[in-house]
């Protein structure tokens, strides 16, 4: 039985799966099974923020499991303690910090905060949430009901839990609001939705007017988080000060995570939710050995150099192939070309495969780039190298 036969027997076929067979990765460069190259513009959607096989992650990992992998959360954790005060400090925000395991759950975490915020703030219970078309927020039932994207209401999971609606644009979330709204939930640079990222005035506006009007405002970092975009928190680069910040993706360097943190620390008591998993051992230290490793790159301005150099790559490509790209879009290494049509989006990604290149997909007809925070030059140089023969045939 190949490799092949025995996913599509034994494991349930909800992904559109690739079948190329990688068994080894060292930094943005990871090795099929013949021992062919590829480099990675894709780091597992934004997962492994410092590489494969990064040494200081893969110690601390190790390590802990050597010693102890799991207690449950009736006990103190002490790297949990840590990585919360370390998440707290780099973000600058005077929050406290949930940990879950997934970035959905840590929406889950947001949601329930809101909710109870809403219940004990005001004299009617607020539970509206909004939410903006294209965005994505996760896949329980809840979080896909908080996901802008009608295509991901199918009926076949209905019926959802009430009190979601999406707006088209930030100017028409004002709209929107009514006195039964308890919260606004957006991405700063929308990932899964096409890589679109707003102003940051029009953001900070928002942020101002919620603050005024007694809105909380939740923004999802599950992938703009953890120096994505150049500072810590996309909310950083905004420059504003959410109620609710949720991270996971680039936080465990590949070990499963989720965190939701507030400034309303005391919402939520003893019992009114809580996680197995969430911040064992293992996954709180692996995200600080990840925090240590990308706190020193962003002190010696190693991100904002390699953030430039891939920009520069990238918005060549967009000029040099205008017959195939409409723009540029994105920010820091969250980035992505709009392709002119998704069957150019799709030929680009199979033919950059063949080449011996990672890219994804994101929207209807984005080429989406999310690599490693810790990407040398020199694999940026060779993945262009690859992406530029992957589509000149085009
Ligand atoms: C990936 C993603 C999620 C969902 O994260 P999971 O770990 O797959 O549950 C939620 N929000 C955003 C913005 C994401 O990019």
């Known amino acids: 039985m190949t490799l092949e036969q025995q996913d599509k027997q034994y494991v349930l076929q909800t992904y559109a799966r690739d079948y190329t067979n990688f ?31 990064n040494e200081k992650l893969t110690q601390a990992i190790c390590e802990q499991a050597k010693n102890i992998i799991h207690i449950s959360n009736l006990q103190v954790i002490e790297p949990q303690a840590k990585l919360a005060q370390r998440i707290v400090e780099l973000s600058g925000y005077d ?9 959905a759950e840590a929406n889950e975490g ?31 039932i809840t979080t896909v009901k908080a996901t802008g994207q009608e295509s991901f209401h199918t009926p076949h999971f209905s019926p959802y839990p009430a009190g979601f609606s999406y707006e088209k644009s930030i100017e028409d979330v ?17 990932g899964e939705g096409g890589v679109q990222s707003f102003e940051k005035e029009e953001i900070q506006k928002l942020a101002a007017h919620l603050k005024a ?21 996309a909310s950083n680069l905004y420059e504003i000060e959410p109620d609710i910040i949720t991270l996971a993706k680039g936080l465990g360097g590949g070990v499963p995570i989720g965190a939701v943190m507030t400034k309303h620390k005391d919402v939520l008591s003893a019992g009114d939710h809580g996680s197995t998993f969430g911040g064992n051992y293992l996954s709180t230290s692996a995200g600080l050995a ?45 980035r992505g070309l709009r392709a002119k049509s998704s069957d150019i989006q799709g030929a680009i990604i199979k033919n950059s495969l063949k080449e011996g290149l990672i890219v994804l997909k994101a929207g209807r007809n984005t080429v989406r780039f999310l690599p490693s925070i810790t990407i040398s030059k020199n694999e940026i140089d060779k993945g262009f190298e690859r992406f530029e023969k992957a589509i000149s045939s085009l």
């Open 23 to 53: 068994v080894k990765g060292v930094g943005s460069t990871l090795y099929d099974e013949n021992g062919r190259d590829y480099i990675d513009f894709a780091s597992g959607i934004g997962v492994n923020s410092v590489g494969h096989g």
């Open 95 to 103: 929050m406290g910090v949930f940990f879950a395991n997934s970035g």
């Open 110 to 140: 947001a949601i329930k905060i809101a909710r109870k915020y809403g219940e004990t703030k005001f004299e009617n219970k607020r539970y509206k949430i909004i939410t903006l078309e294209h965005s994505f927020h996760g896949r329980t």
């Open 174 to 190: 004002y709209k929107a609001i009514d006195d039964e709204t308890v919260a606004v939930l957006i991405e700063l640079v929308q």
């Open 213 to 233: 009007e007694g809105i909380l405002l939740i923004v999802d970092e599950v992938q703009t988080g953890v120096y994505r975009t150049g500072e810590f928190l």
């Open 290 to 334: 990840v925090l240590d490793v990308l706190e020193g790159l962003y002190e010696s301005g190693a991100i904002a150099e390699v953030h430039l150099y891939f920009e520069q790559k990238l918005e060549a490509m967009a000029k040099k192939y205008n017959t195939l790209f409409k723009k540029e879009v994105g920010l820091g290494l969250m």
